[in-house]
């Protein structure tokens, strides 16, 4: 099985990316961001975790986490995202490694991991692919996505890797200028390289 790293700051494309691996290559895509809501839904003990470093506070009523209000914590402070980051790496790291042992009978299988350098997540991979994008359109998808303010959305992409340290640790760049085609088109280009 071949493992496929993909990577970038929010609002780049990976998702984009994605979806065209999934429906025209038939490859399996384990979403990081996805996996991480999964096991931070009421009765998982990443949530629970997450209660005990953050307080009870950050659960709703009904023992739900309260996205929002967490999300504003660690943007806003360094050392609450840290926390947050090494719980994440611990849980989701591992559910994504169980996922992908449970593909057996999968050819390729694709990661989307914003930090896929930072969990570690890079080393079970056989190549990364990174995202990016100017900065006014990734705060513009990320405005539409989350319905947060422009200010928010720099303040999320600030406390990212930068580019151009992306670009020195993946295998392959692919620049997304916001057509579906030329994603299309590096997609091809890179796939014939590594996906046999």
């Given at each position: 099985m071949k493992i496929i790293g993909i990577t970038g700051s929010s609002g780049a494309g990976k998702t984009s990316v994605c979806k065209?691996?999934?429906e025209k290559y038939y490859i399996s895509?384990?979403?990081a961001d996805e996996v991480a809501r999964e096991l931070s839904k009421k009765g998982n003990p990443y949530l629970q975790e997450i209660a005990n470093k953050f307080g009870e506070e950050i659960l709703d009523e009904k023992g739900e986490l309260k996205r929002k209000e967490l999300a504003k914590l660690i943007y806003e402070q360094e050392e609450k995202r840290n926390i947050l980051n090494h719980l994440t790496f611990?849980?989701?790291v591992e559910e994504i490694k169980k996922r992908i042992a449970e593909l057996v009978n999968e050819k390729t299988v694709a990661i989307d991991a914003a930090l896929l350098f930072e969990?570690?997540?890079d080393k079970i991979c056989d190549t990364t692919i990174g995202l990016v994008a100017r900065e006014e359109d990734k705060v513009k998808r990320i405005c539409?996505?989350?319905g947060i303010s422009?200010?928010?959305a720099r303040k999320r992409l600030a406390i990212q890797m930068p580019e151009e340290e992306l670009k020195k640790r993946v295998n392959y760049v692919i620049i997304n200028d916001g057509s579906e085609l030329t994603l299309e088109k590096?997609?091809?280009t890179?796939?014939?390289k590594v996906i046999k």
């Open positions: 065209i691996l999934k895509i384990i979403d611990v849980y989701v969990s570690g997540l539409e996505r989350d422009k200010e928010m590096e997609i091809e890179i796939s014939s």
